[in-house]
């Protein structure tokens, strides 16, 4: 298992989602916070990768503390705003609380193994004040046997090209394998184990945790995420 992209290519990992509609996953996130009468306050991110949503939702006022299992991503979120960073890896949440809300964006639930989702939404749920809200989205992966898809794209640095393939574990997870050469002529590999979870299977975590659950289509238009907004 080599995770080489968020340990030792985060600003390749920023540069490549530079294109990414973070303005309108965190504008639903706003709308869903503000519907909860959640105008500002605590806010907790999980997974915050480099820093794009956590600089935004900074920008509206929240005090946000944000985690990331990984030091280089953190390094890079670090240098964009004025938030509480820690390293760490749900489903370890020494982070105190209580948050007013909690969010984890773009897939880092599937990030979980399965064994891991109960005691990570176990662990939100003790961490939000009640009232308080969880947005999170279950990104979908593509079904066994899906061909390899090369990604050609262009950095202020140069060009970089991925070629990448989610590939079927005994486990029933799937593994995103993947080769990039980077814009300054190295290359690496990388190898990532994710959860394809159903909604139901989510709901049902949070159902046990306590919550009440309503699932969007996306954070907008043209996304296939379900979008997950638990209530305590
Ligand atoms: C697809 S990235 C999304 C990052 C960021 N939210 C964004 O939209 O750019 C997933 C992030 O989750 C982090 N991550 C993976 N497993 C995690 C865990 N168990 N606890 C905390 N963060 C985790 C990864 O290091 C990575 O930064």
């Given at each position: 298992m080599a995770e080489w992209l968020y340990t030792e290519y985060p600003e390749l990992y920023d540069a490549i989602q530079s294109e990414w509609d973070y303005e309108r996953d965190v504008a639903f996130v706003e709308a869903r916070l503000r519907a909860a009468g959640i105008e500002d306050g605590h806010l907790l991110e999980v997974g915050c990768g480099t820093g794009e949503h956590t600089r935004r939702l900074v920008d509206l006022g929240f005090d946000v503390t944000a985690l990331d299992k990984h030091a280089g991503m953190l390094r890079v979120a670090r240098s964009k705003c004025d938030a509480t960073f820690r390293q760490m890896a749900m489903p370890?949440?020494?982070?105190g609380g209580p948050y007013d809300a909690a969010v984890m964006l773009r897939g880092v639930v599937n990030h979980l193994a399965p064994d891991a989702l109960e005691p990570a939404v176990d662990a939100l749920a003790d961490r939000i004040a009640p009232g308080g809200v969880l947005v999170f989205d279950n990104s979908p992966l593509p079904p066994a046997g899906n061909d390899p898809a090369l990604d050609v794209g262009t950095t202020e640095e140069g060009q970089y090209a991925r070629i990448a393939q989610h590939v079927p574990t005994d486990d029933g997870r799937l593994d995103w394998r993947a080769v990039t050469f980077t814009p300054d002529g190295e290359w690496f590999v990388n190898s990532r184990a994710m959860t394809p979870f159903e909604d139901a299977t989510l709901s049902g975590a949070l159902d046990l945790a306590g919550f009440d659950v309503a699932i969007h289509?996306?954070?907008?238009?043209?996304d296939e995420r379900s979008v997950f907004v638990a209530s305590l």
């Amino acid at each position: 298992m080599a995770e080489w992209l968020y340990t030792e290519y985060p600003e390749l990992y920023d540069a490549i989602q530079s294109e990414w509609d973070y303005e309108r996953d965190v504008a639903f996130v706003e709308a869903r916070l503000r519907a909860a009468g959640i105008e500002d306050g605590h806010l907790l991110e999980v997974g915050c990768g480099t820093g794009e949503h956590t600089r935004r939702l900074v920008d509206l006022g929240f005090d946000v503390t944000a985690l990331d299992k990984h030091a280089g991503m953190l390094r890079v979120a670090r240098s964009k705003c004025d938030a509480t960073f820690r390293q760490m890896a749900m489903p370890d949440l020494p982070v105190g609380g209580p948050y007013d809300a909690a969010v984890m964006l773009r897939g880092v639930v599937n990030h979980l193994a399965p064994d891991a989702l109960e005691p990570a939404v176990d662990a939100l749920a003790d961490r939000i004040a009640p009232g308080g809200v969880l947005v999170f989205d279950n990104s979908p992966l593509p079904p066994a046997g899906n061909d390899p898809a090369l990604d050609v794209g262009t950095t202020e640095e140069g060009q970089y090209a991925r070629i990448a393939q989610h590939v079927p574990t005994d486990d029933g997870r799937l593994d995103w394998r993947a080769v990039t050469f980077t814009p300054d002529g190295e290359w690496f590999v990388n190898s990532r184990a994710m959860t394809p979870f159903e909604d139901a299977t989510l709901s049902g975590a949070l159902d046990l945790a306590g919550f009440d659950v309503a699932i969007h289509d996306g954070f907008g238009d043209a996304d296939e995420r379900s979008v997950f907004v638990a209530s305590l």
